[in-house]
């Protein structure tokens, strides 16, 4: 028997999931697995197509669903995940790319299209997600973006490298950053969580992916507000700034522009679960 039936592989790994999984959640696993990993389609589950058992390593396949069952993410175990056209490299060292960040680079794409050799600047690149579909889906812009992560600059230069997108990647604290460039725009999905809220974290994200891109001090609007006073001495004339936040902080960040940006445009967004995901600014 040299060949194997979608449907067979997707029950023998379906029942090799652990119980402590939802169904749904179990679905999402063996979904994710089958396409990144194994790079089957849905067209090929609903047509339940042959493939060759030659193509899955088994010991792989069971040293996977191990990690998987322990409660890593599928994203970690494989080390890929999919954005936009995209696929990226990941590891525990990076935040894996969301899809809510894939809806705030298509908004950008989407305002942006039309115009060439945009300046950006992102801050906190994680594993270069934003900044390289940008380059790849702009006009030649020209893209700076800075994390304080060695390992995480590394991971967005090998992605930038795969992908053919050639990017400014720099290992900088963004809080003793500064440049004599300019940008047209500035990007960020900074972190957020305070540290006192670490125990509302889901415990499966606390427990894999990195400290740095999740968790701030105190004051979670602390990267928002040092970057909106940042692009008032960094940002062109009619300069843009595009944030993805927290739903849950929209009202206090209203409060902290009235107050001290109260001569800039800005509109917040909602993403697909109609929840206020994006902040977008016009200087
Ligand atoms: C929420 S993650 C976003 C990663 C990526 N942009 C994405 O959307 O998937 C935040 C990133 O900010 C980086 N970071 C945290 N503190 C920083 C600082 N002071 N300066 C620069 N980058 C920082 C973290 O290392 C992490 O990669």
Redesign the pocket.
Known sequence: MNQIQISELSSFINTNLTDNFSKRKKENILKKYLSLYLNISNSDIILNKSIPWSNINKSKLKDHLVKINEGIPIQYVIKKEFFYNYIFKVSDR?????PE?EE?VSKIINLEKANKKLKIL?????????SITLKKELINPFITA????KS?IKIAENNANILNADINFLC????H?STKEKFDIII????YIPLKDKKFVDKLVYKNE?Y???FVGSDPLI?YKKILNFSINYLNKNGRVYF?INNIYKDKLKKYLDLFHSDVKYEFLKDMQRKYRFLFLNF
């Open positions: 990076v935040l894996i790319p969301r960040t705030l992102e801050i906190g690149s994680g594993s270069g997600c934003i800075i994390d304080i992560s995480a900088k604290d963004f809080f950053y960020s999905n900074p972190p990195p740095k891109a999740l990267f993805e």
